[in-house]
Nanobody, 116 residues
Framework: QVQLVESGGGLVQPGGSLRLSCAAS????????MAWYRQAPGKQRELVGG???????NYAGSVKGRFTISRDNDKNTMYLQMNNLKPEDTAVYYC??????????WGQGTQVTVSS
């Protein structure tokens, strides 16, 4: 089981950008498909998008064209570049396995607030 720490969140105005990072410990990060999730106040956690070990990505329709997931396996780190942010993107963002059956726990996440 990898240990995951999210960072990079903050307060940004609508239309702004943020880059989140997910630092993983453990030697198996590079072989696992990973994903970003988010949970807005009063809502269930949802999948933002995922990335395979080889770098193929897919995204939720609500973020497609605005968010980009990447990974650096040498640094055991995954990224989420978020552009053209909207108030509805406000949430706590988490990283974890793309395969939900493999998820055993969640990190603290990083708060993203989009507001003028």
């Amino acid at each position: 089981q990898v240990q995951l720490v999210e960072s990079g969140g903050g307060l940004v105005q609508p239309g702004g950008s943020l880059r989140l990072s997910c630092a993983a410990s453990g030697s198996f990060f590079s072989i696992n498909a990973m994903a970003w999730y988010r949970q807005a106040p009063g809502k269930q956690r949802e999948l933002v998008g995922g990335i395979t070990s080889g770098g193929s990505t897919n995204y939720a329709g609500s973020v497609k064209g605005r968010f980009t997931i990447s990974r650096d396996n040498d640094k055991n780190t995954m990224y989420l570049q978020m552009n053209n942010l909207k108030p509805e993107d406000t949430a706590v963002y988490y990283c974890n396995y793309l395969n939900v059956a493999a998820i055993r726990s969640w990190g603290q996440g990083t708060q993203v607030t989009v507001s003028s």
